[in-house]
C-alpha cells in the first residue's frame, strides 16, 4: 500500500494504492465514510451484502471506477493480482459485519 496524498487516519482528503496479491479477500465489512475505488489494473471481485455470496460477485475490470455509500456492507477479493486506487475523506474506517 502506498499513500499518495493526505493520511486516511485523519481528517481531509486521502489517496492510497493498494497491490493485491491474487488471492486477497476482505470479507464483508462497511465504511465510515464514502469509499472511492478505481481499479487500475487486474479485477476486482465485488459483492454487496452481510454474507459472503460469490455467485452474486461482479467482476470489475481495470479502468472501472465504484463510490460505495458509508455503512454498505460489501466484501471483495482479488483472483489475479490487482491494484486499485481508494479516495475519501478521513478518517478511513473498516469496520467487519458480523
Known sequence: M??????????GMYIMRMKLPAGTTF???VHG???NV???SGALM???GKTVDQSQMKALPAGTFVSVPPNMP????AKEETVI???GMGPETMTPVK
Open 46 to 48: 465485488v459483492g454487496l
Open 33 to 35: 465514510t464514502t469509499e
Open 85 to 87: 486506487q481508494i479516495e
Open 74 to 77: 460489501h466484501y471483495a477479493m
Open 38 to 40: 478505481t481499479v487500475i
Open 27 to 29: 470479507p464483508p465489512h
Open 2 to 11: 502506498a499513500v499518495l496524498l493526505g493520511d486516511p487516519t485523519k481528517s
